[in-house]
């Protein structure tokens, strides 16, 4: 019971039914099947890539079948499991009662708006990993050793820490501004580090590295866009885990 796909289908299940759906069956499947496939998708365009290129480090389409059916005969039917759990245990209540007549919303300031918010919240947890983040470019993209995984451990709770801060500062800023609809938001606002990531990212490719081809770049920044979105869903969960028990 206790794995990432059973807890990921246990959670989605009970969130999704607190906020009003109705097709459990369809947001199973989703939640078991949308992210392998995105990512499996940019993986397997990026193994054209290398293919194309007749590189010795091409996965044979053989084996990324194989990697997909074991992917999905694992991870599926734990998602279901999980989600059958949720659905026994039912929604998440909520500690107060909730007028179901929506309120207007008075025009709040400028920075609460979303992308603002979303590119000023992300600012402090990248800027927490900054320094660490050049060794760990350089080792996944400039073939240079990486054995600092104590200060990685270190920089990667201070992340969590401040990801979490800056979501509950946010979300209690929307709140007084009379803005209900804050748990897309605040999702947003703790993955906005992603965004910094992405743009740093490029930084570095046009700073430090010296890319000749056309494969080359593409593949740099096909991994650079998948951890973009991996760091992006990594941290923008962490308001969702602060907010929805209450």
Request: net charge positive; aromatic share 20%.
């Amino acid at each position: 019971m206790y794995n990432p796909y059973s807890v990921s289908g246990y959670i989605s299940n009970r969130v999704y039914t607190s906020l009003g759906g109705m097709d459990r069956r369809k947001n199973a499947f989703l939640t078991a099947t949308i992210l392998p496939t995105f990512i499996f998708a940019i993986v397997f365009l990026l193994n054209l890539f290398l293919i194309h290129g007749d590189s010795s480090g091409a996965v044979p389409f053989g084996t990324i079948v194989l990697i997909v059916l074991l992917w999905y005969g694992i991870s599926a039917p734990l998602t279901v499991v999980g989600s059958f759990y949720g659905t026994r245990h039912g929604p998440i209540s909520h500690p107060v009662s909730v007028n179901q007549i929506p309120r207007q919303i008075p025009p709040g300031p400028r920075y609460l708006r979303p992308w603002m918010a979303t590119l000023i919240g992300g600012i402090l947890p990248f800027g927490a990993a900054f320094v660490e983040l050049y060794f760990v470019m350089s080792s996944l993209f400039a073939s240079r050793a990486y054995y600092a995984f104590g200060f990685l451990s270190l920089t990667a709770g201070i992340v969590v820490l401040t990801t979490a801060t800056v979501s509950i500062l946010f979300t209690y800023f929307m709140l007084c501004a009379e803005e209900y609809r804050w748990h897309w938001r605040s999702f947003l606002i703790g993955g906005g580090s992603a965004f910094w990531l992405f743009a740093y990212g490029v930084f570095y490719w046009a700073s430090r590295l010296s890319l000749d081809s056309f494969t080359s770049a593409v593949l740099y920044f096909g991994y650079l866009f998948l951890l973009s979105v991996l760091d992006f869903l990594v941290t923008g969960k962490w308001p969702s885990f602060i907010y929805l028990p209450s």
